[in-house]
């Protein structure tokens, strides 16, 4: 599939669906430039836990142990952790950053505002575009099309722990 065609199916998907697609690509991502750290671990951990708040105070828990990485990604410092693997991995801080803040942007962008349709499209859009240029095969678009930015003010309607659990298993780029 190309870029333009998998951008044009996932024009219409949640905000849950994108930041989910991301998430398969980040962690693609670090899988080829051999980027393990337990802080990776619990990043993605915890992003992937968003699709099954349902009540704002399970929310409210998930949101306030969000992590060092998601930090990161809403502009603090890297965590000095990973501060100590940069010199091992082909990519500087910068674009470090630019990487993780594409997931966590679509949901920290639209959590306390109106839904943004098209900036986490372009969030979206930037990991798509890392996929094509690192040659990775972009996410099962097919696994998120009825979750609908149209659902539930751009969030999709909520999804059941076994759905999530099909998007991140099968969703996942090897």
């Known amino acids: ?22 998430l398969h690509i980040t962690e693609a991502y670090f899988r080829k430039i051999g980027l393990s ?3 990776v671990d619990e990043f993605f951990n915890h992003l992937w836990e968003h699709p099954l708040q349902a009540e704002p105070k399970a929310f409210s828990t998930w949101e306030a142990n ?9 502009t603090d410092d890297l965590p000095d952790d990973l501060e100590e693997l940069m010199p091992t991995l082909p990519i500087d801080e910068a674009q470090l950053f630019s990487i993780v803040e594409a997931p966590v942007e679509i949901l920290w962008g639209n959590f306390f505002s109106t839904p943004d349709e098209q900036t986490s499209f372009d969030y979206l859009s930037f990991s798509v575009d890392l996929a094509d ?3 990775l095969i972009f996410p099962k678009i097919d696994l998120y099309q009825a979750s609908l930015f149209a659902d539930n003010n751009g969030w999709g309607k909520p999804i059941s722990q076994p759905i999530r659990d099909l998007w991140r298993t099968d969703g996942k780029i090897n």
Not at 68 to 73: Q, Y
Request: glycine content about 8%.
């Open 37 to 39: 750290h337990p802080l």
């Open 66 to 74: 969000r992590g060092d990485l998601v930090d990161f990604g809403l």
């Open 1 to 22: 599939m190309t870029r333009d065609s998998f951008l044009k199916q996932a024009r219409p998907l949640s905000l849950t669906a994108r930041a989910c697609i991301c």
């Open 133 to 135: 240029r690192e040659g």
